[in-house]
């Protein structure tokens, strides 16, 4: 199955932007639907945004909608979320995820998780 290493977490300002990738390896990315999950100190995982597997289809959750982006790059395997006008809710870790389906924004569809990015969001 395809393996997912997360990067470009990091602390910034309220308002401010960071942009996170997700490189996959081992199986052929583009059989994959994609998404970002994230889980916040004491809460539940929770879903952020979803892609097919051709890019036809998005999804995001209410609290990121017109701020958050996701995109891949199927000839880079790579996952991405483009995240403007952070708030300090948005502080969690980041965990992109893979699943056989074309596309979800069910947690439960997805049986290949990264190791999680962290991103702060300060005040």
């Known amino acids: 199955q395809v393996q997912l290493v997360e990067s470009g977490g990091g602390l910034v300002q309220a308002g401010g932007s960071l942009r996170l990738s997700c490189a996959a390896s081992g199986r052929t990315f583009s059989n994959y639907g994609m998404g970002w999950f994230r889980q916040a100190l004491g809460k539940d995982r929770e879903f952020v945004a979803a892609?097919?597997?051709?890019?036809?289809?998005?999804d995001y959750a209410d609290s990121v909608q017109g701020r958050f982006t996701i995109s891949r790059d199927n000839a880079k395997n790579t996952l991405y979320l483009q995240m403007n006008s952070l708030k300090p809710e948005d502080t969690a870790v980041y965990y992109c995820a893979a699943t056989i389906q074309y596309y979800s924004n069910s947690y439960l569809s997805y049986n290949v998780w990264g190791q999680g990015t962290q991103v702060t969001v300060s005040s």
């Open positions: 892609i097919s597997r051709s890019e036809t289809l998005t």
